[in-house]
């Protein structure tokens, strides 16, 4: 049992993907929060998606440096992320399916750009390759999240006005749409950073699941963060376990201890779950 | 003072109000009237800054943005968002930004707020957990804190009971006594004649200052 728990640790790559992986579960997971209580769960399906051109063109151009897939894949991120805004300005809030359109034309240009490529796999960039996990990729993820957390705590107070009432935060400092903008900058940050461990499509999953799961122990912003952040690491941990023992992609595998805990929280937590619909005075 | 001079409003391209002027003085009180879609909402936001003009002035007089406060009809305050009551006040304070924490004196103000606005403590209370009529107090206190020289209501009292009606209103002489300005979008004439000093009446585009509406001069 207890080879099962820590062998996994005993190697190299899995200590630097652990590292990585924590780090990240500790900056990602409150934007996760805020993007769910801004309504944008949306974006992080646009963005897990829109990010892959970027990264097949930085591919193309530098080969297998993760800086240039991880630089190609931030502008695509942004540009993606800004062109979902606009669209969402411009269809007064319906753009559900505009946003649909964006991220699956996103993910065909990405997977076409790639698929002619020899010596990429298209599967480890979707879904994660821990042995990838070289110390660049490293510095990447703990290099985001050392200027992430510090960043969401000077706009943290900006950012909750703005999301609590846009309308208000219009009305009196103006400038609701730089700390967005900054916000935005950050989740792409995030999900890119993400990607050589956990993969494009999966490295979402650790930003948003955990805070979609938090909203089910907390009615506070803070506990919100605070329960999100605790549930990332837990399936960090638990995820990159299970890959090793299992074999499978280290993204899945986390994605999916994610999950569960989210059903979890969903069914068992304290607040608006099925548990407490079912027995409202328990 | 605010002057306006052949003030012309547009929705869409749509004129809403045209040729409106004249002047609110520094410390009144004053109640704007009128139908339903007679652009006292789209009014309001003019003054304030937030809707363009699409012909003549408003004069502010050197209020700033910070000085004016618009107490929003159908606010878009998310009820659903995990905040207690007063962080949300204290969110309002002025000079509140990603510099300048929110101190001992933002809360102390915002506690004082909310027990003026009849929310005692209600300070660690969800917003999702209140009423209506709650909720209105709720803006009413976050109005408070923001300590502004112009005071924007509209349809203040929408939602609001008796009792909670007269408790704001309360405040808003308050507002008045300390030489704030206050212009408050109404529909209960009978309010309007009794409290209200000053009327703007828009009707057909158009604007009317203190017109008859058996109003004594307070
Ligand atoms: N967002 C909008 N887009 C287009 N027309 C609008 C919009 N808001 C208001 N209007 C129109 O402008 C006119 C004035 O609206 P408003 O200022 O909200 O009136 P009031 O507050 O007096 O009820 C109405 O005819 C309304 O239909
Ligand atoms: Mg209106």
């Known amino acids: ?282 | 003072m605010i002057t306006f001079d052949d003030v012309e409003l547009r929705h869409d391209g749509r004129i809403v109000l045209s040729g409106v002027s004249g002047t609110i003085a520094s410390g009144s009180l004053t109640a704007l009237t009128g139908p339903n879609g007679s652009g006292k909402t789209t009014l309001l936001r003019a003054i304030a800054g937030l809707h363009p003009l699409s012909g003549g002035r408003i004069v502010r007089h050197g209020l700033e943005p910070a000085d004016i406060a618009l107490l929003a009809q159908g606010s878009q305050l998310d009820r659903s968002f995990p905040i207690a009551c007063r962080d949300v006040v204290a969110l309002a304070a002025p000079r509140v930004g990603p510099f300048r924490q929110i101190g001992r004196d933002q809360l102390a103000a915002a506690t004082a707020a909310l027990s003026r606005t009849g929310l005692d403590g209600m300070d660690r209370r969800p917003v999702q957990a209140l009423s209506a009529g709650q909720f209105q107090r709720l803006l009413f206190a976050r109005t408070i804190v923001r300590d502004a020289r112009l005071i924007l209501l509209d349809e203040p009292f929408t939602a609001v009971d008796a009792a909670s009606t007269q408790l704001l209103l309360s405040v808003v002489h308050e507002w008045h006594a300390q030489g704030r300005t206050v212009i408050a979008v109404l529909h209960d004439m009978d309010m309007v004649r009794r409290h209200f000093p000053h009327t703007l009446l828009l009707a057909g585009q158009t604007a009317q200052w203190d017109a008859d509406t058996g109003i004594q001069a307070a």
């Open chain 1, 1 to 282: 049992m207890l080879d099962f728990l820590l062998e996994p640790f005993t190697l190299g790559f899995m200590r630097r993907a652990l590292a990585g992986c924590l780090a990240l579960s500790v900056a990602a997971p409150p934007l996760g929060v805020f993007l769910v209580l801004r309504r944008m769960s949306l974006m992080s399906d646009v963005l897990q998606h829109g990010v892959l051109p970027g990264i097949a063109v930085g591919a193309i151009f530098a080969g297998l440096s993760v800086w240039a897939m991880g630089l190609g894949g931030v502008v695509a991120g942004l540009t993606v992320a800004l062109l979902a805004g606009w669209l969402a300005r411009r269809t007064g809030g319906r753009e559900d399916s505009q946003l649909a359109g964006l991220y699956l034309l996103a993910l065909a240009a990405g997977v076409a750009l790639i698929a002619g490529r020899r010596g990429i796999d298209l599967t480890h960039i979707l879904f994660g390759n821990v042995l990838a996990v070289d110390d660049p990729a490293l510095f990447g993820m703990a290099g985001v999240a050392t200027v992430t957390l510090p960043v969401l705590a000077l706009i943290w107070r900006p950012l909750v006005l703005e999301s609590l009432d846009p309308g208000f935060m219009a009305a009196t400092a103006g400038r609701g749409g730089l700390w967005h903008l900054i916000f935005l900058v950050l989740v792409v940050l995030c999900v890119v950073s993400g990607f050589v461990a956990l993969g494009t499509l999966m490295s979402v999953g650790l930003m948003m699941l955990p805070a979609v799961a938090a909203q089910h122990w907390s009615n506070s912003l803070a506990g919100q963060v605070r329960t999100a952040v605790l549930l990332a690491c837990l399936s960090s941990v638990a995820g990159l376990i299970l890959s090793y023992n299992l074999d499978i992609p280290a993204g899945p595998a986390i994605v999916l201890t994610a999950g569960a805990l989210w059903a979890f929280s969903l069914i068992a937590g304290s607040r608006a779950s099925l548990w407490r619909q079912a027995m409202p005075d328990a």
